[in-house]
């Protein structure tokens, strides 16, 4: 599954992958999944919002075990952030037969559609739909870069896009959802374990600062006679570091546009996206506040007018406990070990179903601790590992 998985989308320069929603790309990864589902006399469905779906069972009987993740990538992703979870779903569901498992509830595996956000900027598009956390007309404004918008994608893809909308009667009868990622961290790494289960999603956020100057001639302008708004945001880029570090937080600028981006241009406007992330909301919005205040005061020494906008946020999400510890408990009796529990930093389809299905996350150990890169990676006896530790999750959830 993964050799045949690993060439779709990957860029032949950076040998990352651009896996973005409703391209050629992504319209590939859906056809591996259904083809993936067929060999193993899965059915197999689209749901109203795009998400792909493969059922052992009759999910109408309720109180259904579902596993995966997403096939998406962020620009020049890695090849394990989303792929590892849908390709281990598989692949657990070959070992409970292998082992001739009689699963007594319906198990489902899901490819949620674009989870990253990568075209459309926001993040978990086909879960959100689905939980009912996106409206069918917020979604219908989103728009791409080039300025096509998400119905429209859809559309092209071969999808109807009027159909998108929450779907309560699915999510009723799912009674258990196990996603399974590689970790975006190292924490499994120092501590020497394979596998983790995740206790919690750090409440994180993306805000928009838009810095306004003045355009003029780079050549001709005296240094004090500009309204450069590149250099406050320059000083904001520091300020968020130096605000992150203290609490144990992060803050990124990972994306800017300027205009009009010239090279011998002053620019008018510089426009950067904060993405913030904290252990709890106090932390969180002292470490915003403190980004913004710096920003302000650094837009003002310059003459640049800020504007500044919440784009996303998401509360802390705290897994169900009792299935966490349900998932402990099975992993801790089949293998004797203790099953390390932690944060993270990263939001998932776990986290926005949280609100409505039980949920539950384990993390397969990452040595280089990067994702979002083609760096990122997990070693081959990790990954069965992996397979291992939820077809043992599937197998105990069955019984329950």
Known sequence: MWSQLLPIGRDAGSGGYRRFAWTRADSDCRAWFEEQARSRRLACEVDRNGNQWAWLGDPA??????????????????????????????????????????????????????????????AC????????VLTAGQARRLTDADGVTLPRAMEAAGYDPDAIGADPGRLDRIGAFVELHVEQGRALDLSGD?????????????????????????????????????????????????????????????????????????????RGWLDSRAADQERLDAVVAGVEQAARARAAAHGVHLDVERESFTPVVEFDHALRDELAGILGSETGIEVPVLGTGAGHDAGI?????????????????VSHSPAEYATEDDCVAGVLALADVLEGLSRT
């Open 353 to 369: 179903l949280s609100g409505r299905v039980p949920t539950a996350m384990l993390f397969v150990r990452n040595p280089t601790g």
């Open 194 to 270: 394979r596998i983790g289960i995740a206790s919690a999603i750090w409440p994180h956020g993306r805000w928009r600062f838009d810095f306004r100057g003045e355009a003029n001639h780079a050549g001709t302008t005296r240094l004090a006679d500009r309204r450069d708004p590149m250099l406050p945001y320059a000083e904001t880029v520091l300020a968020a570091r130096i605000e992150a570090e203290p609490a144990g937080a992060v803050a990124t600028f990972g994306k800017i546009a300027v205009e009009p981006n010239g090279v011998n241009a002053i620019p008018s406007l510089v």
């Open 125 to 132: 598009v086909g879960s959100r739909l689905t939980a009912g």
């Open 61 to 122: 009987r309720g109180n259904a075990v579902v596993t995966g993740s997403h096939l998406d990538s962020v620009p020049d992703g890695g090849a394990f952030d989303g792929p590892l979870g849908v390709v281990s779903a598989f692949a657990a569901l070959d070992e409970l037969r292998r082992r001739g498992v009689p699963l007594t509830r319906p198990l489902g595996i899901v490819n949620f559609g674009d989870e990253e956000g990568a075209r459309f900027g926001l």
